[in-house]
């Protein structure tokens, strides 16, 4: 059974090793004034997305072109130009 935990702080919840719903909803939250993709509605779209998530596989998250590197052209299909890149700080886990 899991301690009470007071989740209006910024905190990690050492409690549960792989994801903690309310505390990364609370942390998500907070982070949706750092970023957007510049269109409302898919900001919208990715931060309901990411306060449903039940663990860290199905977040969305909006990725700056800044934030790549070693960016390589692949191909160009139908509805674009495919690249692949490393992304510098990686996804969310936890």
């Known amino acids: 059974m899991q301690p009470n935990v007071d989740y209006s702080i910024d905190y990690y919840c050492d409690y549960i090793e ?11 939250q907070q982070s949706f004034k750092n970023w957007t993709s ?12 990411q306060l449903k998530a039940r663990n860290y596989r199905e977040i969305l998250e909006w990725i700056e072109y800044d934030k790549f590197e070693d ?21 969310i886990r936890t």
């Open 38 to 49: 510049g269109n409302n509605e898919v900001n919208e779209f990715i931060q309901k997305v």
């Open 18 to 28: 792989k994801w903690c719903q309310p505390c990364n909803t609370k942390r998500l």
């Open 71 to 91: 960016i390589k052209y692949v191909a160009k299909e139908g509805f674009g130009t495919i690249h692949k890149a490393i992304w510098k700080n990686g996804y």
